[in-house]
Antibody, heavy 121, light 109 residues
Framework: QVQLVQSGAEVKKPGSSVKVSCKASGGAFSRYTISWVRQAPGQGLEWMGG????????NYAQRLQGRVTFTADESTNTVNMELSSLRSADTAVYYC??????????????WGQGTLVTVSS | QSALTQPPSASGSPGQSVTISCTGT?????????VSWYQQHPGKVPKLMIFDVTERPSGVPDRFSGSKSGSTASLTVSGLQAEDEADYYCVSYTGSSWVFGGGTKLTVL
């Protein structure tokens, strides 16, 4: 059974950066796209982008471009999401999500448990 | 990329059918047959209910169905049950990215 296990909750100051990890187990890792989706408190889902580990190809949401970076470590089956220049509006639960294939249009078949990132002075 | 338009709320009585719409443009919903629907209960992780407009993953009851006409996709829940009360999100591929709808809170009366 595929599992995506994310790192724990974070509290950050405005202007700082946060790194959230997503470790996959129980299935193939490299050839599936890993996307990131966030959800601000009481709000809807927002696509942040994703990465195909085997190619190292990343795709970023336009509104986050320049602030977000995805990296993949195939040796540990881990994908990382780093968001910089944090602001209060970045307070959200961050989910990693495995797509059903390597294509960007595939649907999510497995989700991580979510990581709450709180940005507060 | 603007969010897809969903009604904020929908409701129905047990046993009834409810349809939730998801309106986009020719650049997303209207241009690709890659629309998915996710169900999210409070405090829980989203769950895939429909993908590729009409396809249902194994384990999802056949009470859930999807369709599309032009730039509007729809999710229909037939034979409403109490456990269907949740938030529902549509999402569409745009050729290079995804765009989500704002979500619809489905209430079972």
């Amino acid at each position: 059974q595929v599992q995506l296990v994310q790192s724990g909750a974070e509290v950050k100051k405005p202007g700082s950066s946060v790194k959230v990890s997503c470790k996959a187990s129980g299935g193939a890792f490299s050839r599936y796209t890993i996307s990131w989706v966030r959800q601000a408190p009481g709000q809807g889902l927002e696509w942040m982008g994703g990465i195909i580990p085997t190619f190292g190809t990343a795709n970023y949401a336009q509104r986050l471009q320049g602030r977000v970076t995805f990296t993949a470590d195939e040796s540990t089956n881990t994908v990382n999401m780093e968001l910089s220049s944090l602001r209060s509006a970045d307070t959200a639960v961050y989910y990693c999500a495995r797509l059903s294939g390597s294509s960007w249009y595939r649907e999510v078949d497995y989700w991580g448990q979510g990581t709450l990132v709180t940005v507060s002075s | 990329q603007s969010a897809l338009t969903q009604p904020p709320s929908a409701s129905g009585s047990p046993g009834q059918s409810v349809t939730i719409s998801c309106t986009g443009t020719s650049s997303d919903v209207g241009g690709y047959n890659y629309v998915s629907w996710y169900q999210q209960h409070p405090g829980k992780v989203p769950k895939l209910m429909i993908f590729d407009v009409t396809e249902r993953p194994s384990g999802v009851p056949d009470r859930f169905s999807g369709s599309k006409s032009g730039s509007t996709a729809s999710l229909t829940v037939s034979g409403l049950q109490a456990e269907d009360e949740a938030d529902y999100y549509c999402v569409s591929y745009t050729g290079s990215s995804w765009v989500f709808g704002g979500g619809t809170k489905l209430t079972v009366l």
